[in-house]
C-alpha cells in the first residue's frame, strides 16, 4: 500500500528532507506525463500512485503546476512528474493561467528519462494527430525514448479505429520498425480496455511474443524483456531520432520514434498494472530521491487547495471557477485526532457567490463532502472541511 501523505506542512518537509533509505542496488526513473490538456493525464499518475494526490476534473487546466509523485517498489523507485496539458499563450491568457503553466511541462522534460504521452482517444476531434505542442516537446528532446499511451479506450465504441489512430499517431513507424497493423478482434474479450489489434513489426515471423503491453502481438521480445532499457540501444533506432524543425512539424501528426505503446482507461484502472510493470522495467541503476515513505513533493495545504479547487471546478459553469481564490483560515488537529479545515472561497461577484453555495447550500456542502472524501484517503485520517463563501 502506497504510504500517506503527511497532514503537519513541518512533518511533510521533514520527510522530503530524510536521507533516502537507498536499498542494495537501487534503481530508478523519472517519468515525465505530458499531453493536451484534459487528456487524463493526473488521473494515470494516481492510478500508478495508488492514492490521489493530484487533482482531476472535466475542465481544462485542473493542474495548475508541476508536482512530483514518488512510487517505491521493492529496490526500483518511478518518479512521476504530473505537469500542465501543453497550451499556448494565448489559450493561457483566456484562462488567466499563470506563466508556470506555459513553463512546467518544458522544465519537466528536462529532467526526464522516459516520457508518457497520453492521448485521450474518445475525442474525435483531436485522436488523430498530436497537438503541436506536444509534437514540439517531442522534437525539443529527440534523445529521451518517448511511449505512446492511447487512454479512454473503453469510451471509444468503434474498436477498430484504434487501428487508423495508432497509424496516425505513430506515423506508422514503432520503436524503429513499421508497423504492419491488423484487425485481430476476440469474441471473448472480457476487458473493454484490451486492445483489439495486432500490431506485428515487419521482422522474422519466429519471434512473435504473447504478452507484451497491451494484449498485442510483438515481434520483437526485447521490447518488454530488454535489458538494455530505455536509452534505444538494441531497438533499431540506435542511432537517435534526428532533430526536427518547425518546417518539419508542419507535416507531421504523430511521432515515428515511439518506443512502445499502451492502451488502457485510466479512470477504470483497466490495463494500469501492465504500463506500472512497464515503467519498473525501464529503470536504471542509480541512487533514490527520496525516502520510501514520501509519496508526492507537494504540501499538505498544496494538496487540499488542488483538491478543494477541482470540486469547484466540476460544480461550476465554464469560466467562473477560474476566478475563484482560495484562502485557508483554520489547519488544527481537533480532539480526537482528526484534521481540521476551515477555508475561505473568495469569488468576484455576488452571482457566483449565489451559484457556488446552491440552492439551499447544496452546491457548497457536496463540494465539502466529496473534497473531505478525497483527503481523507490522501492523509488516512479524518478529516472536518467546512467551507465559506464570501465576494472578495
Known amino acids: 500500500h502506497p504510504p500517506p501523505v503527511a497532514t503537519d ?24 506525463v505530458i499531453g493536451a490538456p484534459n487528456a487524463g493525464k493526473s488521473t494515470l499518475s494516481n492510478q500508478l500512485l495508488g492514492r490521489k494526490v493530484f487533482p482531476v476534473s472535466k475542465k481544462v ?8 509523485g514518488v512510487i517505491t ?10 505537469t500542465p496539458g501543453l497550451t499556448n499563450p494565448l489559450k493561457a491568457k483566456r484562462h488567466n493561467l499563470d506563466e508556470a503553466m506555459l513553463t512546467d511541462p518544458w522544465d519537466s522534460m528536462k529532467h526526464a528519462d522516459l516520457v508518457l504521452v497520453l492521448v485521450d482517444v474518445s475525442d474525435h476531434w483531436t ?3 498530436l497537438s503541436k505542442e506536444v509534437l514540439k516537446c517531442l522534437s525539443q528532446f529527440p534523445h529521451i525514448p518517448s511511449v505512446l499511451v492511447l487512454n479512454k479506450v473503453d469510451i471509444l465504441k468503434k474498436k477498430f479505429l484504434l487501428l487508423e489512430i495508432v497509424a496516425d499517431l505513430t506515423e506508422g513507424i514503432v520503436n524503429g520498425k513499421k508497423l504492419e497493423v491488423k484487425s485481430a478482434f476476440k ?8 486492445s483489439p489489434l495486432q500490431i506485428t513489426q515487419a521482422s522474422p515471423p519466429d519471434s512473435k511474443v504473447p504478452g507484451s ?6 515481434s520483437q521480445a526485447q521490447a518488454l524483456e ?3 532499457g530505455v536509452g534505444g540501444a538494441g531497438t533499431g533506432v540506435a542511432q537517435g531520432p534526428k532533430h526536427y524543425g518547425p518546417e518539419d512539424l508542419k507535416d507531421m501528426k504523430g511521432w515515428p520514434h515511439f518506443q512502445e505503446i499502451f492502451m488502457l482507461a485510466a479512470l477504470r484502472g483497466e490495463e494500469v498494472d501492465t504500463l506500472k510493470r512497464y515503467l519498473l522495467m525501464q529503470a536504471k541503476p542509480g541512487p533514490w530521491e527520496f525516502h520510501s515513505d514520501v509519496l508526492t513533493n507537494q504540501s499538505p495545504q498544496e494538496i487540499c487547495d488542488n483538491i478543494i479547487r477541482e470540486k469547484v471546478l466540476e460544480y461550476l459553469p465554464l469560466e467562473v471557477p477560474y476566478g ?3 484562502v485557508t483560515d483554520v489547519w488544527e488537529e481537533g480532539e480526537c485526532g482528526e484534521l481540521l479545515i476551515v477555508q475561505n472561497l473568495l469569488v468576484p461577484r455576488e452571482s457566483h457567490k449565489r451559484m457556488l453555495i446552491g440552492r439551499g447550500g447544496k452546491v457548497i456542502s457536496r463540494i465539502a463532502q466529496e473534497a473531505g472524501q478525497d483527503l481523507m484517503n490522501a492523509f488516512l485520517c479524518d478529516v472536518r472541511l467546512k467551507l465559506k463563501v464570501e465576494v472578495k
Open 9 to 32: 506542512r513541518e512533518e511533510q518537509k521533514r520527510l522530503l528532507g530524510n536521507r533516502p533509505d537507498q536499498p542494495q542496488n537501487p534503481k530508478v526513473l523519472r517519468i515525465a
Open 61 to 68: 487546466h485542473t493542474t495548475r503546476c508541476k508536482a512530483w
Open 226 to 228: 530488454r535489458s538494455s
Open 187 to 194: 469474441q471473448d474479450s472480457s476487458s473493454s480496455a484490451k
Open 127 to 129: 485522436r488523430n494527430s
Open 73 to 82: 517498489h521493492e529496490d526500483t523507485q518511478l518518479i512521476i512528474l504530473d
Open 324 to 326: 475563484v481564490t482560495q
Open 213 to 218: 503491453p497491451c494484449g498485442q502481438e510483438k
